[in-house]
């Protein structure tokens, strides 16, 4: 089955700077990858994905990589605020049409954005 | 996300004992997927209903089961509790085929 590894477990930046979390997964047939972030005792909420056939994606200061190659998919942030401080997940999905997903995620990032 | 109900929000059981979860649909969303998220890691894939037919499973043993409505509302229910069992439990609805799946707030079971 899939198997997804995320790195760092955490990652501690100053307000402004920008915050690069990387996962690798390892089945070539996985073809979505989303981001979800989490916050202490709240439910985990999509913030990006991406698909197999688009390199790159970006929603105002958060953008998705993915090389599919090397089977590795990163999220940037940008201008880190306070309220960005949370645990951050990458999955990855044999996401088709006609079927259902099954996200396997990471083992997750907690993000420290220091004012 | 708006719309995505789970019930109770916590539950202390004793271990031996079976639970019953139960997940609200988002509007429009018609497959629902269970997931565990133990405490500090990311959630592990159950299993997934789509026209009230299990389509998908996870590695879990079969203690852990479920149902899904013709509303489209579903259960999830675990049996001979563990001490392991000791997780939140997410919800996570989306459109069959569509992608984008969107989470519940989650059910945080405390097994004793």
């Known amino acids: 089955g899939e198997n997804v590894e995320q790195h760092p477990s955490t990652l501690s930046v100053q307000e402004g700077d920008s915050a690069v979390i990387k996962c690798t997964y390892s089945d070539s047939a996985s073809n979505y990858f989303p981001w979800y972030k989490q916050e202490l005792g709240k439910r985990p909420q999509l913030i990006i994905d991406?698909?197999?056939?688009?390199g790159e994606k970006k929603d105002q200061r958060i953008a998705v990589t993915l090389n599919k190659t090397a089977k590795h998919f990163s999220l940037h942030i940008t201008e880190t605020q306070p309220e960005d401080s949370a645990v951050y997940f990458c999955?990855?999905?044999?996401?088709?049409?006609?079927?259902?997903?099954?996200?396997?995620f990471g083992g997750g990032t907690r993000v420290l954005v220091k004012p | 996300d708006a719309g995505v109900t789970q019930s109770p929000t916590h539950l202390i059981k004793t271990r031996g004992q079976q639970v019953t979860l139960r997940c609200s649909p988002k509007s429009g969303h018609d497959t629902v997927s269970w997931y565990q998220q133990a405490l500090g890691q990311g959630p592990q894939f159950i299993f997934q209903?789509?026209?009230?037919?299990?389509?998908q499973r996870g590695n879990f043993p079969d203690r852990f089961s479920g149902h899904q409505f013709p509303n489209y509302s579903s259960e999830l229910n675990v049996n001979a509790l563990l001490l392991g069992d000791s997780a939140l439990y997410l919800c996570a609805w989306e459109v069959w085929g569509v992608t984008e799946a969107f989470f519940g707030q989650g059910t945080r079971l405390t097994v004793v």
């Open positions: 999955a990855a999905s044999w996401g088709i049409k006609a079927a259902g997903n099954k996200l396997t």
């Open positions: 991406i698909r197999s056939n688009v």
């Open positions: 209903y789509y026209e009230e037919e299990e389509r």
